[in-house]
C-alpha cells in the first residue's frame, strides 16, 4: 500500500482555518468577551517590540509597561479588532496577532460566563451556526 502525500502547506492552511471557522465553535457567534473586559497586557506583546505581534496602532498606553486594545478601556468595551453583532456572528480582526489575554479566555469558562451576562446573553446555553443549542457540558470533549 502507497503511503499518503503530507498535506501542503496549502492544504493546512485550510485545515486550519476550517477548524477556527467551524459551525461547531461556539465562540464564532458569540464574541461576548471582546466586549465585556478591559483587554490589558504587557506592551512588548505589540509590533513596536521585536518579535510583539499585536498592532500598536489598535492599542491604547496604560503606563510605561503596560497597554490595552482600543475600545476596552471605556464603560463599554468593546474592542476595536471585533467585528459583527455579539451574541450573533462575529470575528476578530486581527485573531492570528491577539494578545495573550485573549487567548486565556475558554468557551464555558469563568471569564467567558460573566461576558455573556454582561453582554445580556444565556449563560449556559451556546447557540451555533448549525442552528444547534448547546449547553456549556458539550463544549469540551468528555
Ligand atoms: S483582539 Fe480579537 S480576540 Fe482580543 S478582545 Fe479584540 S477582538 Fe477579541
Redesign the pocket.
Known amino acids: 500500500m502507497a503511503a499518503a502525500n503530507p498535506p501542503s502547506s496549502l492544504q493546512c492552511l485550510l485545515i486550519m482555518s476550517d477548524a477556527l471557522h467551524s459551525t461547531s465553535n461556539p465562540c464564532v457567534n458569540c464574541?461576548a468577551?471582546?466586549a465585556a473586559f478591559r483587554?490589558t497586557f504587557y506592551w512588548a506583546e505589540t509590533d513596536s517590540a521585536e518579535g510583539g505581534l499585536?498592532p500598536t496602532g489598535?492599542t491604547n498606553s496604560l503606563g510605561p509597561m503596560t497597554r490595552c486594545?482600543k475600545g476596552?478601556d471605556t464603560y463599554s468595551p468593546r474592542?476595536?479588532?471585533?467585528e459583527g453583532e455579539v451574541g450573533a456572528a462575529t470575528r476578530?480582526?486581527?485573531?492570528p496577532q491577539?494578545?495573550s489575554?485573549?487567548h486565556a479566555v475558554e468557551a464555558g469558562d469563568e471569564f467567558c460566563r460573566k461576558a455573556r451576562r454582561h453582554n445580556g446573553l444565556p449563560e449556559d446555553v451556546f447557540y451555533d451556526l448549525t442552528g444547534a443549542t448547546r449547553t456549556r457540558n458539550t463544549l469540551r470533549p468528555e
Open positions: 464574541g468577551c471582546c483587554v499585536t489598535l486594545m476596552t474592542c476595536i479588532a471585533l476578530c480582526l486581527i485573531y491577539r494578545p489575554p485573549c
